[in-house]
């Protein structure tokens, strides 16, 4: 099965660097867990991409219209088509009394916010901080294996897949939809109106749907909140059972006592 630009495909992946072997991203939870990369809150699981969109790094992008669904493949990615080589001159030394005036306790190999930049903490001694500028990853040739899980052809499993891109937290099928002609209707689960950032993801959804299917005019979201029956306290039903019964002995005495009467 050929693919092309366009396609909507979901695949498998673990990236890692050629020269060390460190995996720096996966879409498998159990190798995030084996390689110490596993953050508690996020989501694993096949990744969609279209094909051409730049959803993945470029040169993996590039490959997947070469691979077969199914078979598993290997891509290497050189710096200049990665995250490119390493710029000396963005490896600064900083005063420590610098970051400890931001709060911030300098740890070797930390991720750090300094002068509206992102660098990696590189050295700390001496009163001094070496601060890594480059990209963690500049001037390391990369190696992908990634394997096309599944090609996506109906215009239900995209959209389906389009809302959980945008929506990870919830399971895909607990999205109820339906497509006509030029609208989209979505129903949303009662668990999604409490995710973080649920209005943007909403918006997200809507720009997806009309970008990749542009006869579609109108994307409707339906929250529908629900109330819970009122539980009836156990004592309490026992006792209203219990009247009933005595109301009910207290008739039935009163009807014999009545026709004892009459036929005397």
């Known amino acids: 099965m050929s693919l092309q630009k366009g396609d909507f495909v979901l695949i498998d992946y673990v990236g890692k660097v050629k020269e060390t072997g460190e995996v720096f ?4 939870e159990e190798t995030a867990k084996k ?20 959803w993945v790094i470029k040169a ?8 077969e669904v199914g078979k598993p493949s290997v891509v290497e990615i050189s710096p200049d088509k990665a995250f490119g080589d390493r710029d000396p001159e963005k490896v600064k030394r900083v005063p420590l009394k610098q970051l400890l005036a931001k709060e911030i306790a300098p740890t070797l190999g930390a991720r750090i916010e300094y ?20 990209p963690p990853l500049a001037g390391k040739t990369l190696i992908y294996d990634a394997t096309v899980k599944k090609k996506l052809e109906t215009t239900e499993e995209k959209i389906g897949a389009l809302i959980h891109r945008r929506i990870l937290a919830i399971e895909q099928t607990k999205f109820e939809f339906t497509v006509k002609a030029k609208a989209v209707s979505i129903n949303m689960p009662e668990e999604a109106f409490y995710v973080e950032g649920i209005q943007l993801a909403k918006r997200g959804i809507a ?10 005019t109108t994307v409707t979201f339906t929250e529908t909140f629900k109330t819970e029956p009122k539980k009836t306290d156990g004592k309490a039903e026992e006792e ?21 009467q009459t036929k005397t």
């Open 35 to 54: 390689e110490h990369l596993y953050k508690e809150g996020d989501i694993y699981g096949s990744k969609l991409v279209v094909i051409g969109e730049g």
């Open 115 to 134: 002068g509206g930049k992102t660098a990696t903490i590189r050295a700390v001694g001496a009163g001094r901080v070496l601060l890594d500028f480059n």
């Open 207 to 216: 720009m997806d749907i009309q970008r990749f299917f542009k006869e579609t």
């Open 25 to 28: 991203d996966t879409t498998s």
């Open 240 to 260: 209203k059972e219990t009247k009933k019964e005595k109301t009910a002995k207290t008739e039935k005495e009163t009807k014999q006592t009545e026709e004892a």
């Open 60 to 67: 993996l992008d590039e490959s997947l219209a070469d691979v």
